[in-house]
């Protein structure tokens, strides 16, 4: 029985959901048997482009465009939109032949878009061109065409944009992907392109920006493990740093440490020393490590704190987990 009030149509709302969301994954998966040499015809010209990607497109197609300009920008390909109804309008000063242009155009026959094609030809522009027909006017004038085709859209009118702006826009990130591959493009070099950001700030901080550098629980070897406890407690870290008479790290004592050396000796604890219980090669980092790697560090050995040394192994710092933490948005 077909639902005939709002409300029984609400009830089946997540059915809907779950019939788009299906959808458009078909639509996505069915891309990769529509990959072929043009994609990397497409990649190739991309690459080598001496100038700037200039991606356009008209209506959902712009904004389809404007987020893959985004993307591409942001991984290391300079790239900016234009709408072509600006490109009339003085907007055409900023191209030149070395620029690449990625116009989009679900029926590849849109007229706005179309009569901004000859004005490319004219400046000898390559067009990289995205559509869903190969037979279309976009993908005849077009240097390379990318075809971007859904066998209907999640609309339930098989209308509204859906299916196929989302198969645009994983085809616009499986372009930026594959040319991240071919630049080498690593997470240092995304960093420089979002500074601001949490990740940008795990991979461009470094140790010595965070690290906690006053009061630091210093305990030589030959202290009893009674007085190392008040230095660990009163370090408030967790820990103690052995050094030696030149102040070299030598070993590292923990209160998982201490507590395990109780349990063990019991009433014999309070004989022992800091040398009998310290870990010797503690994990040491320079204070130019980025904080990416000392989260890294802390993750793979499941320890909370890392110590920062100069050059001759003397103690300048400590990084404990929450400074790191403190990094996330």
Not at 126 to 154: C, F, Q
Not at 266 to 273: R, S
Request: hydrophobic content about 40%.
């Amino acid at each position: 029985m077909n639902p005939s009030t709002p409300e029984e149509r609400i009830a089946l709302s997540t059915e809907y959901a779950r019939r788009c969301l299906n959808d458009e994954a078909k639509a996505i998966q069915d891309l990769t048997l529509q990959l072929d040499e043009n994609f990397q015809r497409a990649v190739s010209l991309m690459y080598h482009c001496r100038g700037k990607i200039i991606v356009t497109g008209v209506g959902k197609s712009g904004n389809i465009g404007a987020k893959i300009a985004g993307t591409l920008a942001s991984t290391g390909t300079p790239a900016f939109f234009i709408n072509p109804l600006d490109a009339y309008h003085g907007d055409l000063g900023v191209m030149t032949s070395d620029d690449v242009v990625l116009a989009i155009s679900n029926s590849g026959q849109t007229d706005e878009l179309l009569r901004f094609v000859p004005i490319l030809l004219h400046m000898n522009v390559p067009i990289v061109g995205m559509s869903r027909n190969p037979d279309s006017l976009l993908a005849k004038y077009s240097t390379v065409h990318i075809k971007v085709w859904v066998d209907h859209e999640a609309c339930p009118l098989n209308l509204a944009p859906t299916s196929s702006t989302t198969a645009a826009l994983a085809m616009g990130d499986a372009l930026a992907v594959a040319l991240m591959q071919v630049r080498d493009f690593r997470p240092r070099d995304f960093a420089q392109f979002h500074p601001g950001g949490e990740l940008g700030k795990r991979l461009l901080t470094t140790a010595e920006d965070v690290m906690r550098t006053d009061d630091l629980p210093l305990i030589p070897e030959q202290m009893h493990l009674g007085d190392a406890i008040i230095h660990v407690s009163k370090g408030k870290l967790g820990l103690g740093v052995s050094v030696d008479s030149n102040g070299h790290v030598i070993g590292i004592i923990t209160d998982g440490d201490i507590r395990r050396a109780m349990e063990r000796w019991q009433a014999e604890f309070f004989n022992h020393t800091v040398a009998d219980i310290m870990t010797r090669d503690p994990k040491i980092v320079q204070p130019n490590a980025k904080i990416s790697e000392i989260q890294r560090i802390m993750h793979h050995y499941k320890i909370h704190s890392v110590l920062v040394c100069n050059g001759d192994m003397q103690l300048v710092g400590i990084v404990d987990s929450y400074a790191t933490t403190l990094l996330n948005p």
